[in-house]
């Protein structure tokens, strides 16, 4: 594969990106005090740098935002420090990396809400799925998802304020992009669907006004930012966290040409396949190239077979790949290579430490090298 599509240089936004390989954003849950970026996290990202570009683990923008326990935020000077640790480790290998800008809406729980309130959400109608808590006793769970608070109107503009001060952070510790998540049924993809938002005002109905809001997140993002610097993350057909949209791909069409108008870095689908969506059509691949001006990455079950299939027939720009960087710190490599990959251990992909996080072993270094 060594003179593959994957393995040239890209230029995103202001960046030029060392290859075509993307490190998926991924929850590994091992924050540390304060939700703040930790060395050993520094570590991980560090050891996967030769990725042409890392997306960081969804990164809460608020204390509101967060549905798990021990996922990082981006919302305070210690997060900021934290984070600044982890872009140095790979900027000082060459590497690239953007960071996920997180609110998980009504996949939470009081026990992680600020005051015990209840979460928020586009509309007070409670997912079917789980999200994970430290329980009063100390011992953490897997607990359902609680009723969400319909938020009022006039609180919009506050969480458009998180997300912006999400993003600066995100520049102020040294990333080279933020990655908007909205995707697989957090707070941006609940305004989306019309099953988890059934609003009256100018942000629920119709499509447009079911857009609106993941739209002003963006350009206030981009006011501050630059849109060079600007992703975003669209999960069409995907079913994750109770998501039941007949309408998304016609939405994520719709919203791929808004981001060209505003001239967006890079729009990054998740494929459905991985949470049981049924898969994107070729028509609909089609469309979307065509709707979206930017980078296309794409997210799915991918080998370096069929991402240079893809690439190949233009289809996309990049390809992003999940578990596979989990076990292999250097699946550029593998890849182009030809070498065996080492398996994930799913027991070790949320919370622990070093083990099954950064001792996945790589490659020996031959001559040659
Ligand atoms: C998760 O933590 O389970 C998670 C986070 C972000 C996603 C998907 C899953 O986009």
């Known amino acids: 594969m060594s003179d593959a599509l994957l393995f040239t240089p890209i230029q995103v936004g202001h960046s030029r990106l060392n290859n075509r390989v993307v490190m998926a954003p991924m929850t590994r849950s091992r924050a540390g005090t304060g939700d703040a970026a930790t060395p050993l996290n520094a570590t991980y990202y560090a050891q996967r740098a030769t990725a042409g570009l890392i997306i960081s683990e969804a ?12 996922t990082p935020g981006i919302y305070n000077d210690a997060q900021v420090a934290g984070w600044k640790t982890v872009v140095d480790a790979v900027h000082s290998k060459g590497g690239h990396m953007a960071l996920q800008l997180w609110h998980v809406g009504r996949i939470s729980h009081p026990l ?28 953490p769970a ?3 998802t609680a009723m969400p608070r319909a938020l009022e109107t006039k609180e919009l503009s506050g969480i458009v304020d998180d997300y912006v001060r999400g993003a600066r952070n995100a520049m102020a510790a040294g990333f080279d992009f933020v ?20 609003r009256t005002d100018a942000y629920g109905g119709s499509l447009e006004n079911r857009a609106r ?14 849109s060079d610097k600007v992703g975003v993350r669209l ?16 939405m994520a069409l719709y919203l791929a040409k808004a981001f060209t108008q505003r001239n967006l870095a890079f729009l990054h ?18 469309q979307l190239r065509e709707a979206f001006g930017g980078t296309l990455i794409t997210c799915g079950g991918y080998n370096a077979i069929t991402a240079e299939a893809l690439l190949g027939a233009n289809l996309v720009d990049m390809v992003a790949f999940g578990r596979p960087f989990i076990a292999n710190p250097d699946l550029v490599r593998r890849l182009r290579e030809n070498a065996p990959l080492n398996e994930p ?25």
């Open 235 to 250: 999960s069409p057909q995907g079913v994750f966290n109770d998501i039941d949209d007949p309408e998304s791909t016609a």
């Open 112 to 139: 992680l809400q600020p005051g015990g309130a209840d979460p928020v959400a586009p509309s007070a109608i409670q997912a079917k799925g789980q999200c994970f808590v430290i329980q009063p006793d100390g011992t």
């Open 179 to 198: 990655e908007v998540h909205a995707a697989n049924g957090y707070l941006l993809n609940q305004f989306l669907s019309p099953n988890s938002n059934q």
């Open 269 to 286: 689908i998740a494929e459905p396949d991985w949470a049981g969506g049924a898969p994107l059509s070729q028509a609909f691949r089609l």
């Open 59 to 70: 990164s809460q923008v608020s204390q509101q935002g967060q549905g798990y326990a021990w």
């Open 345 to 369: 251990d799913p027991n070790s992909f949320y919370g622990g430490a070093e083990a099954g996080y950064t001792d996945y072993p790589a490659l020996a270094i031959t001559q040659g090298d």
């Open 142 to 144: 897997n607990v359902p």
């Open 213 to 226: 809001f993941v739209l002003e997140v963006i350009d206030a993002i981009i006011a501050v930012v630059g």
